[in-house]
């Protein structure tokens, strides 16, 4: 990882300017933030990757070389075949599609009747060995989550590439000629739509339907349901905040559209994140920042199942204001319909500790 991208690490925790977001949680009268039932086993197969996106919290790319190994993907399969509460595996990276597990994790998880979502950025599709991946994946009825940040070619690319719109919208009409996105057909086919900059996504539903409207009047394109997610301000993002000069506008953006409606449908409270080395965590963007389960369990070689973890305690950092922003944000999408405003939040200069100083600016969108 460059220098650059750890500073941006560091620099995007409120914590360095005096904002805790479990003293936030305090507050509002939810801490500590405590796991329900895991029902999602999470695993990162690994970084590589064949884009290297501008909002990408993985920092994936296709020189990128921690790719989960067999060993850790058969630890993680015995594990799920112990742990009866998960009932779906979320298949991310990277790429996933290019671990040479992926295909052995989707048929043992659907052999244990397990419910299986492959997070897929379309243009992996074009790679050499992935004629038949649609295919595959209909055959196993996997849950296909799709990245389109947009219905038109300029901000896809401006956030994926050069020609990554005209792949994208290939490898959407490959998926509705296997039945994805298609009435009756049992094939589920989501798109995701990630803010271009500094900004929180718009109301989901809203923009769900003008992407069915665009998409199906240009391309004759059909899916299931748009899920909007915020930028978490790590990683690549975090850099590209720093270098523009708008990272504390950022994350005040995040903080005073704090939203108490979104913290009961957090993912990491039903959700086990696995990293392509074997580490647990309590969600990915966590796995990412390197921050320890609040349970203190390491690895999957320490656990036998995810049951337990009922009911223990989520670590959190400030990263976590993205999750709880206006409508709430989850790889699910949004977590609640009702989005907030700035004059529904505390005051943000009550959660610097002892400060009485104003952390952020009170601001809008």
Not at 216 to 236: E, H, V
Request: aromatic share 8%; charged share 20%; hydrophobic share 40%.
């Amino acid at each position: 990882m460059g220098a650059a991208v750890a500073s941006s690490h560091r620099n995007a925790r409120a914590e360095d300017r005096g904002i805790s977001f479990a003293r936030f949680l305090g507050q509002q009268g939810f801490w500590p933030l405590a796991r329900t039932t895991v029902t999602t086993l999470q695993i990162n197969v690994g970084k590589l990757c064949n884009m290297a996106c501008h909002h990408c919290h993985v920092d994936a790319g296709p020189k990128r070389t921690e790719v989960m190994p067999k060993s850790v993907a058969e630890r993680a399969v015995g594990i799920l075949e112990r742990s009866p509460s998960v009932r779906v595996v979320d298949l991310t990276g990277g790429a996933p599609e290019l671990n040479p597990n992926f295909r052995w994790l989707v048929t043992e998880a659907r052999k244990l009747g397990r419910r299986v979502v492959d997070r897929c950025n379309l243009t992996v599709l074009f790679e050499a060995g992935m004629a038949d991946m649609p295919e595959f994946l209909a055959a196993n009825t996997v849950h296909v989550v799709a990245s389109l940040p947009c219905y038109q070619a300029e901000n896809v690319e401006k956030q994926r590439g050069r020609g990554a719109f005209e792949k994208s919208i290939e490898a959407l009409k490959r998926l509705n000629r296997f039945g994805y996105g298609r009435p009756d057909s049992g094939l589920e086919l989501d798109l995701v739509y990630n803010p271009v900059g500094a900004s929180l996504p718009p109301p989901q539903a809203e923009l769900e339907a003008r992407y069915r409207t665009e998409l199906s009047r240009q391309f004759g394109i059909q899916f299931n349901r748009l899920l909007t997610i915020t930028n978490m301000p790590i990683a690549r993002f975090a850099h590209f905040l720093e270098r523009t000069g708008k990272l504390e506008a950022y994350m005040s953006l995040l903080v005073n559209h704090f939203n108490p409606r979104t913290v009961p449908e957090l993912m990491c409270r039903s959700l086990v994140s696995v990293s392509w080395d074997g580490r647990l965590f309590d969600c990915d963007f966590n796995q990412m920042l390197d921050i320890p389960m609040g349970a203190g369990t390491r690895t999957i070689w320490e656990v036998d199942s995810l049951d337990p973890f009922a009911g223990t305690r989520v670590a959190v950092g400030e990263h976590c204001f993205g999750c709880t922003a206006g409508a709430g944000s989850s790889c699910a999408g949004a977590l609640t319909e009702e989005r907030s405003t700035p004059g529904q939040q505390i005051a943000t200069g009550q959660v610097a500790a002892g400060s009485g100083r104003r952390v952020f600016s009170r601001g809008g969108r």
